[in-house]
């Protein structure tokens, strides 16, 4: 369906479009983005750059497209693309914050430093949410001191980000309190009594399943050593076993502290994306 489309689509560029503006052509480009064809947008928008367009005319498509691609998900082509609208355009400032953010959201924080420092701000609004998007690049990264000077040069009581940022500075304190899982404390645990660094690690469920396997398996191999001694196959079998699964528990214990430590952080790193989004959303889009 959207084959045919693309034919016919190019068949009214090449035939029906000469007698149209390029003009005309860009709006056509906003029409198909409001009714969500964006692949058709993409390909509308990426023929109008292949022609002789003047300068607002061509950070218009640059825009369109950019846009498109951002919502098709195309977050790394939409930066690139939007970040490439330039400081005379109606769409500027949009674009460069969309793009920054595009590339904050695929963790590229550095290059998004680079694109928010080259931002050209015109107003306080523009500038609040440069330095905004600035703390969120800090607080994702967890240096909670760049975090609190950057933050601390907002207006707390902006509407536009007033929540966030209040959440923001709670999440801060919540980073702050909350101290990692140590993977080293969680094996020593597991080592004294098995499972007991995986419930540490929050992970409840596996703590009492490796406790009650490692017991269980201690049990039957003390048994066979008492009833059969150390020679026995059974008490070298069920000795052997209880090894590797007192070994392994601790390993495991280790490992789930991690993993909950790897949890916490996408968690906390999901909750400031979102926060950084809405308000990008809420006043420019």
Do not use: C
Request: no cysteine; aromatic share 14%.
């Amino acid at each position: 369906m959207r084959f045919l489309f693309y034919i016919i689509l190019t068949l009214f560029t090449g035939i029906i479009a000469p007698a149209q503006s390029n003009s005309e052509r860009i709006l056509f480009s906003d029409y198909l983005i409001t009714q969500g064809l964006y692949e058709e947008a993409v390909y509308e928008s990426n023929q109008l750059l292949k022609l002789k367009l003047t300068k607002p005319q061509s950070d218009s498509a640059l825009y369109f497209n950019g846009w498109a691609k951002y919502n098709l998900k195309q977050l790394l082509s939409s930066s690139e693309t939007l970040q490439k609208v330039s400081s005379g355009s109606a769409f500027y400032a949009k674009s460069q914050l969309f793009g920054s953010y595009n590339l904050i959201h695929l963790g590229k924080y550095e290059q998004a430093i680079a694109a928010l420092d080259k931002f050209q701000t015109r107003n306080e609004t523009e500038q609040n949410f440069s330095i905004f998007l600035h703390s969120g690049i800090h607080l994702l990264n967890r240096d909670l001191e760049a975090y609190q000077l950057t933050a601390g040069q907002l207006p707390q009581d902006y509407y536009g980000f007033a929540r966030e940022l209040a959440f923001f500075n709670d999440l801060t304190n919540s980073i702050e309190n909350n101290k990692s899982k140590s993977p080293i404390l969680a094996g020593i645990f597991s080592g004294i009594i098995p499972g007991s660094g995986q419930i540490y690690a929050g992970k409840t469920g596996q703590g009492i399943a490796a406790l009650l396997m490692t017991s269980g398996l201690a049990v039957v191999a003390l048994e066979n050593y008492h009833k059969r001694g150390p020679e026995k196959f059974e008490t070298i079998f069920f000795g052997s076993a209880f090894t590797l699964f007192y070994v392994g528990n601790i390993y495991g214990a280790a490992f789930s502290a991690k993993i909950a430590n790897d949890e916490n952080n996408e968690l906390i790193n999901r909750q400031i994306l979102f926060n950084l989004h809405i308000p990008l959303r809420n006043i420019f889009d």
